[in-house]
């Protein structure tokens, strides 16, 4: 066991709690021969950890499952899923819940092993990851963090001294995930489906108290709960949109109670707009292309409904109906919170009638000449424009006319919009091209500088230095579209 007072963990087990339906108590696989190759020191200390002990051996047998903290009682957690609009049996088939931590603020963070090996929900699976997707985890979710989105974070990776078979044969690896918690759409589905309504019951008023503690003493709590998730939600994806983010498979099981974003596998941050962007390879139809992440949101949420249905009234045509009512806000929260998102990115204080056509505008001009979504609104910015058709363009120009000409009718200076945008537009993302070159010079040549280099400039994406400059080129053209998978 790893002492607890000398490293800083402060353990409690409050899922375990729950009616054993929700979990399988399990214990990670121990590996071979771990080594740690990333650990981040920021999260570590916001956590109250010692990082001294952490990355010692100690700590680096707990990272890979091989020891656990006192205290701690590790569970695989079940849930279901509509996966691509199918509904399955789901649930951890390659993670552990080690335990919940909390810092010396009195906040709890699920603490989670992934890639630690079989449980009962494998589904026939080696329950291993593979180190270049939990180092793109890493990456991915370290930035979305930075950028200021919700999100579970990365707090280490450990190769396990093992190889795993996928394609081909792949050093093996172990990502220590936290997050606010892991409860999914798809766990309230698994409730609902495989559970008593006691049961769904007992994880509603768990998921009140954990994450929206302020609505306990509400009227009808769990109603209460289906509109703050529905607000959380409809803010997660707006900021994924106003940064280009495409999370690539928005299965139910992939959407959080926390309003966090997770699983970050066929992930990726678009290039030139086009609303139709699929990076997934497993995506055929577009289901979920960037431009539709919105309506997948609603549609995810109804089936949160759904689940809550025996507990938002007794009357099922009744529930059916106050259901109803609380998802027709989605499209409307999202909308205000995009055009909200969209002055900002413009270095708009006020609200004038027009904007939302101003904006599209834009967007469309953007689409028609294949211009690239992060650098133009970075040269927008900095008031420089960049080389390409779109910049050259008469009907760029005339709109950037209009847009000069709104700036000038609100009361703020251009400065004060100049840094309103600066605040708004990050002027780095991982560039597709980026993370690729930084994982290949990890996985295949052992070298991690590079993807360290790529963490610091990700650090502050709003900081506009000419240091950065090398992180906002575009990749060279191929012929070949570029294509993410789901790391399993």
């Not at 509509?82 to 010396?104: C, K, W, Y």
């Not at 509603?204 to 959380?232: E, T, W």
């Not at 040269?379 to 709109?399: A, I, V």
Request: net charge negative; hydrophobic share 35%.
């Amino acid at each position: 066991m790893l002492t607890i007072k000398k490293s800083g963990w402060n353990l409690d087990n409050s899922y375990a709690k729950l009616p054993n339906i929700f979990f399988t108590k399990q214990h990670p696989e121990p590996v071979r021969s771990p080594k740690l190759v990333i650990y981040n020191e920021s999260l570590a200390k916001t956590l109250g950890f010692t990082s001294e002990i952490l990355q010692d051996h100690e700590g680096v047998e707990v990272f890979a499952g091989n020891k656990i903290p006192e205290g701690a009682e590790p569970l695989a957690q079940a849930y279901a899923g509509h996966q691509f609009g199918h509904f399955n049996m789901l649930g951890d088939g390659r993670a552990v819940l080690i335990s919940e931590h909390i810092t010396p603020t009195d906040e709890r963070f699920d603490i989670q092993l992934k890639g630690s090996g079989r449980t009962p929900y494998s589904r026939g699976g080696d329950g291993r990851a593979a180190l270049g997707p939990m180092l793109r985890e890493y990456i991915m979710s370290e930035s979305m963090h930075a950028l200021g989105i919700p999100t579970t974070r990365s707090l280490a990776v450990v190769t396990t001294g093992e190889e795993i078979i996928r394609e081909t044969i792949l050093p093996g690896a172990i990502l220590t995930r936290v997050a606010a918690s892991h409860m999914r759409v798809g766990t309230f589905q698994f409730a609902a489906q495989w559970g008593e309504i006691e049961d769904l019951k007992k994880l509603a008023d768990y998921a009140i108290q954990r994450h929206f503690p302020d609505i306990d003493l509400d009227d009808n709590r769990y109603l209460s709960l289906l509109k703050g998730v529905i607000r959380r939600q409809a803010s997660l994806i707006t900021k994924w949109q106003l940064v280009g983010f495409i999370h690539g498979v928005m299965n139910t099981d992939n959407m959080t109670i926390s309003g966090e974003t997770i699983d970050y596998g066929p992930c990726a941050f678009m290039d030139t707009y086009d609303p139709m962007t699929v990076f997934s390879s497993i995506d055929r139809q577009g289901r979920y292309a960037y431009g539709n992440q919105p309506s997948i949101g609603g549609w995810n949420l109804a089936r949160f409904a759904e689940s809550l249905l025996p507990l938002l009234h007794g009357d099922q045509d009744k529930a059916v109906e106050i259901a109803q009512q609380e998802l027709s806000n989605f499209s409307e929260l999202f909308k205000a919170n995009w055009i909200s998102g969209m002055r900002a990115k413009l270095g708009l204080f006020n609200e004038e009638k027009e904007d939302e056509t101003l904006f599209e505008s834009l967007l469309n001009l953007m689409h028609t000449f294949k211009a690239d979504f992060t650098n133009t609104f970075r040269s927008l910015t900095m008031n420089k424009l960049l080389d390409g058709d779109l910049y050259s363009s008469t009907e760029f120009l005339q709109w950037k006319e209009l847009w000069e000409a709104r700036r000038k009718r609100q009361e703020e200076t251009i400065e004060e919009s100049e840094r309103l945008m600066q605040s708004s537009n990050p002027a780095v993302i991982p560039r597709n091209h980026r993370v690729e070159e930084a994982l290949e010079a990890a996985v295949e040549r052992g070298d991690f500088s590079v993807m360290e280099r790529l963490l610091t400039a990700l650090s502050n994406p709003y900081e506009y230095t000419q240091e950065k400059a090398d992180y906002c080129t575009l990749p060279p053209d191929s012929d070949r579209p570029y294509r993410t998978y789901c790391g399993t």
